[in-house]
Structure formats: structure tokens, C-alpha cells
Nanobody, 122 residues
Framework: QVQLVESGGGLVQPGGSLRLSCAAS????????MGWFRQAPGQEREFVAS????????SYGESVEGRFTVSRDNAKKTTDLQMSDLRIEDTAVYYC???????????????WGQGTQVTVSL
């Protein structure tokens, strides 16, 4: 079993940057693909990014492609989401998740963090 804890959320102005981190505890972190999702009030959870287990193959949601970068450090059991050129519409609670395959579908992830709030505002 994996426990996930996100950190790094906060308030940032449009055009700014923020780096989220997700720390995992428990064994076999490198055997899990990692995903990032977000959910804004009144909206469905949205895929943001994923990274595969060991080769680090990445995938991004259309709305964040070119602005966000996902990475992982298997030795430290962490995955990060570097967010640049933030927009007001990026405001949401961001979640990291662990699962057997890097997927865009939230139901294919087995473990979830508690989420961290990102607010982009003037």
C-alpha cells in the first residue's frame, strides 16, 4: 500500500509558477505509475499529467501541455509537478495518484493523496 501526501500549493498571480510535490511512503514506489489530477469547484476531476514507472514517459492534458512538467525521483519516492505560466483557470485542488499504469483515467489509479489547493488570482 502507498500513502501519498501533496505539498506546495498556494496563491499565485497569473503568469506565475508553482511547484507541487507528492511524497510517497510504503514500499515499491518505483512499481507505480504516477498521475496528477485536478478538480475545480463544481467540475469533474480532470487529468493533468502522468509519468510511467521507470522509463519516465510523460503525458499531459491538453490544457496544460507546454506549461506543466511532471517528474519523479524513485530513490526519494517523490513526484513533482512544475507549473508555469499559470492561468486563472488552473485554479483547483490538485491530487497525485499511484496506479499500475500511466493513464488519463482517474479510476485506474489505486491510491490518492488528500490534495493541495492551487489558486491563481490577481
Amino acid at each position: 500500500q502507498v500513502q501519498l501526501v501533496e505539498s506546495g500549493g498556494g496563491l499565485v498571480q497569473p503568469g506565475g509558477s508553482l511547484r507541487l510535490s507528492c511524497a510517497a511512503s510504503g514500499p515499491y514506489f518505483s512499481s507505480y505509475a504516477m498521475g496528477w489530477f485536478r478538480q475545480a469547484p463544481g467540475q469533474e476531476r480532470e487529468f493533468v499529467a502522468s509519468i510511467s514507472k521507470s522509463r519516465g514517459i510523460t503525458s499531459y492534458g491538453e490544457s496544460v501541455e507546454g506549461r506543466f512538467t511532471v517528474s519523479r525521483d524513485n530513490a526519494k519516492k517523490t513526484t513533482d509537478l512544475q507549473m508555469s505560466d499559470l492561468r486563472i483557470e488552473d485554479t483547483a485542488v490538485y491530487y497525485c495518484a499511484a496506479g499500475p499504469m500511466d493513464s488519463h483515467i482517474d479510476s485506474e489509479y489505486d491510491y490518492w493523496g488528500q490534495g493541495t489547493q492551487v489558486t491563481v488570482s490577481l
